[in-house]
């Protein structure tokens, strides 16, 4: 295992990571029992620089070293101003070396967006979806997967169309070119897809 450092910094939304990491210092203290009297877990929301000095300066009991963390430490220090950055400062170099400091600090983006999800889903669609009942799509969204399975796998664009313009063509036979496959358009009375068969 690489050396504990005296301070360490956790960043990030994955906490199961985080028990991992605190485990592993805790275990580097010795015995289980003692690792936990020498343990000191604070709510960086409600922690201020005296009282984290005055839980790292303490000695540690029957072990080398004493284990100090802070829960959401990004709440303590969003709340260090300019004239206290030269106070914390001096507190980080003289931290003694029987005190391992960790910070953790979450990220919340993820938490808030799994936040916003939940509010989205009701209670009813929750219980639904647990055997299999509920809609969760437009007509339109199951139209196209319905489109999509029967043109072979490739999903179309949907468009709007507010009207077509087209002009009618009639193919009409011509005798004047002496017969065979010639033929003039002229305007018609509507769609003629094939043009007539002429004789000879």
Request: hydrophobic residues 40%.
């Amino acid at each position: 295992m690489s050396e504990i450092k005296t301070v360490s910094l956790l960043r990030g939304d994955d906490l199961t990571h985080f028990k991992q990491v605190i485990r592993r210092i805790k275990d580097s203290l010795g015995d289980a029992s003692m690792a936990e009297l020498n343990t000191k877990v604070l709510d960086g929301e409600a922690t201020n620089l005296e009282t984290l000095t005055a839980d790292c300066i303490a000695m540690p009991f029957l072990t080398e070293k004493r284990l100090v963390v802070v829960e959401r430490a990004n709440g303590m220090l969003a709340k260090v101003n300019k004239e206290e950055q030269p106070k914390w400062v001096q507190f980080l170099e003289q931290l003694p070396e029987t005190s391992l400091l960790v910070l953790l600090v979450e990220d919340t983006r993820k938490k808030e967006k799994e936040e916003q999800l939940k509010n989205k889903i009701k209670d009813i669609d929750a219980a639904t979806a647990s055997f299999g009942q509920g809609i969760a799509v437009t007509p339109l969204q199951m139209v196209m997967s319905y489109q999509a399975i029967a043109n072979k796998g490739v999903m179309m664009k949907p468009h709007i169309v507010k009207k077509i313009i087209y002009q009618p063509i009639l193919y009409l036979a011509n005798t004047n070119y002496g017969g065979g496959n010639n033929c003039l358009p002229a305007p018609g009375r509507g769609w003629y897809y094939n043009a007539w068969a002429l004789q000879s």
